[in-house]
């Protein structure tokens, strides 16, 4: 039965307004449905977001493979080792914090945005697994922490030497008393305030290796100015003006995300910064072509230590983990099969005495409309005419019920 048309022709008037009635409460009742959605808010919330479970899916991890950008630059050595520093040095900048006491996975990094995760004796990176995006190449803020790490930890050493210097070379040969090794700094190291830091670089090297301390292990050697008192028990030359240190940095990946020769880059990686000085040992052991860079003091690692081992293998150690964790946040994506993050939305009531209202009155706007329902199907008798059954959408059925 067309509700306007009986109101239009009834003449009965408690049949029109019980038919204005039922308009005007169907109009109410849909403004109140409109007027609830002024009461809440769908919030994207940190908490909400999920990993899904359907092995079909795939997560985007960065490809950890090299450092400097195929197409970008060509795949030689230098470019990788100065990608290396570059990266490093980009990470040094990350902020960092100490581990949770819950286990990070599957925990969003938005819910923890630190990069690098400062251990009692080691830092650490956590892998992150992202949703895939139309921005493929980019880092995707919608990613969770994996159980894969990155660990670098570094163990440095301030052994007796003695020092002789060289102004037709140009070079400070630093002598190892214990086992006569000679290492060779640029000499202008000697006279200014910064920290050097020199290093043979592995991808010159004419054999493949993944270290030259063992599996993801690069030694560095290091001259920091005297800027204060020496640590207890280090050894301090008598005649020197610097403090030399010798680290072995050992970076580790549980996974085969990162092969171990790009680890032990990573390791070496704050020392590469193409400079080149003729020698690094000299000349009574193996001669080679090492790498320098330096750092002024008070800088981000050109911090005083001040002849504490300890103190310079922290630095160190998180150079070379900066270096790891710049890269997999600007390295190209790939694709793995993998649970995938997914943004949940939770409904937030920001007018809960509002919805009240406005939900009760929408409930008896309902309750009334089945009370009115009822009332005009009370009302009407649906018979037989003339052995005919009516039909109630003719004009001459609306005429009948009408009068």
Not at 238 to 249: A, H, K, L, Q, W
Not at 268 to 288: F, K, N, R, V
Not at 381 to 386: Q, Y
Request: glycine share 8%; proline share 8%.
């Amino acid at each position: 039965m067309s509700l306007l048309g009986v109101l239009w022709r009834s003449p009965r008037p408690m049949v029109k307004t019980v038919c204005a009635l039922w308009i005007v409460l169907n109009l109410a009742l849909q403004a109140a449905i409109s007027a609830l959605g002024l009461t809440y808010k769908g919030d994207p919330g940190v908490e909400d977001i999920y990993v899904t479970s359907n092995p079909s899916d795939m997560v985007a991890i960065p490809d950890m493979s090299k450092f400097a950008r195929p197409g970008r630059f060509n795949d030689g050595e230098g470019p990788q080792s100065y990608a290396a520093h570059i990266l490093g040095d980009i990470g040094g900048s990350y902020n960092y914090s100490t581990l949770p006491p819950s286990p990070l996975t599957n925990q969003p990094i938005a819910k923890y945005p630190f990069s690098i995760w400062n251990q009692t004796d080691h830092w650490e990176y956590v892998y992150v697994n992202s949703a895939p995006s139309a921005v493929f190449g980019n880092f995707n803020f919608l990613s969770v922490h994996t159980n894969a790490s990155v660990t670098s930890s570094a163990i440095c050493a301030t052994p007796p030497y003695d020092l002789a210097t060289n102004t037709t070379t140009q070079l400070a040969n630093i002598r190892h008393r214990t086992n006569n090794r000679t290492v060779s700094f640029p000499l202008i190291a000697m006279g200014v305030e910064s920290i050097y830091y020199l290093t043979a670089p592995l991808l010159n090297a004419e054999t493949p290796s993944t270290g030259t301390c063992g599996p993801g292990c690069s030694t560095v050697h290091a001259l920091e100015p005297y800027a204060g008192p020496p640590a207890p028990g280090s050894f301090v030359h008598p005649t020197s003006n610097v403090f030399y240190y010798e680290c072995n940095i050992t970076v580790t990946d549980a996974t085969s995300r990162l092969p171990p020769a790009a680890a032990a880059v990573a390791a070496q990686a704050i020392a590469l910064s193409g400079q080149i000085t003729p020698e690094l040992y000299a000349p009574d052991s193996e001669a080679g072509t090492a790498e320098y860079t330096s750092y002024p003091l008070g800088l981000q690692f050109g911090e005083a230590q001040n002849n504490s081992a300890a103190g310079m293998g922290r630095m160190v150690a998180k150079f070379a983990v900066g270096v790891v964790a710049a890269a997999a946040q600007t390295n190209p994506r790939v694709l793995v099969p993998g649970g995938q993050p997914r943004q949940g939305v939770r409904l937030v009531l920001e007018l809960p005495a509002a919805f009240a209202a406005v939900l009760c009155a929408a409930s008896a706007v309902q309750v009334g409309l089945m009370v009115l329902a009822a009332w005009l199907v009370g009302r009407v008798d649906v018979g037989r005419l003339g052995g005919r059954e009516l039909d109630l959408r003719t004009k001459r059925t609306l005429d009948i019920y009408s009068n």
